[in-house]
């Protein structure tokens, strides 16, 4: 990372909840952390999105960021996910992905980031105590439940929606959409439980996690309750996120999460693990 007096240069893979947050946030007087570039489908919205916050990041193709900055946020659809990924890792760059899911299908992602110098950082997102699932991991973790419940709108469209021909519109009551492993349900639901895959890789991975995925009406927020059973600690812990109202899906946690990694990659004070 860039020296103290350096500003460290940040890259944005796609502008929408995330990004736009991150670009507003990173552009505040104080701040070492600089956006110098961005990538997005929509160019002409992208310089507009620019231009209202003041910003000279250059709109560049998926796989120059790496070229512009020091460390790149992929907030891409998943399938995009590789496309920003490997050339920025190539570069030696840090990598923040969010949509970590679709790491599992491009896990030499991780060997090339070894091979070359570069790092892949997955924040904690939407989530809570991942600190003390990876320091439960490194004993004896014998089971880890994550239970999911989101309103019905937040589902629409998605794969595995689709595919049974749900009416989310029609629910009165909390339905069981998805039980079995984040690997299996990131196929249906690629931009929605990144967060199971994100508790999976930090405990004892994504085919021997259980999750339930919910869709439930009487839910205003992105519910997500987690139990660890283990030889140190029996852990026990719940999260309802404030869904954005930039896209009504994205929890408002999720840019501040890749906020706070940001300042602590390069601070001399770390708190957690």
Known sequence: MPG????VRVGLAGLGAIGEVLLERLGEDGSRHRVTAVCARREDRARKLLDSFGSD???????????????????VPAALLRQVVKPALE??????????????????LVELAEHHGGRIHVPTGAL?????????????????????????????????????????DSLTKPLLLFKGSPREAIVGFPANLNVAVALSLA???????????????SVQRNTHHIEVESDSAHLNFSIENIISDLNGRTGRITPLSVLALLKKLDSHLRIGT
Do not use: F
């Open 4 to 7: 103290d007096a350096e500003v």
């Open 57 to 75: 990041a250059a709109v560049v193709a998926p796989e120059d960021l790496g070229d512009h900055a020091d460390v790149i946020v992929e907030a």
């Open 91 to 108: 570069r030696r760059r840090d990598v923040m992905v969010l949509s970590c899911g679709a790491l599992l299908d491009n896990w030499d």
């Open 128 to 168: 809570l105590g991942l600190d003390a699932v990876q320091a439960a991991a490194q004993g004896n973790v014998t089971s880890i439940r994550m239970i999911t419940r989101k309103p019905p709108r937040t589902l629409a469209g998605t794969p595995h929606v689709e595919e049974h021909g749900i009416d989310l």
């Open 203 to 217: 405990g004892i991975g994504p085919d021997d996690t259980q999750l339930e995925v919910w869709a439930d009406p």
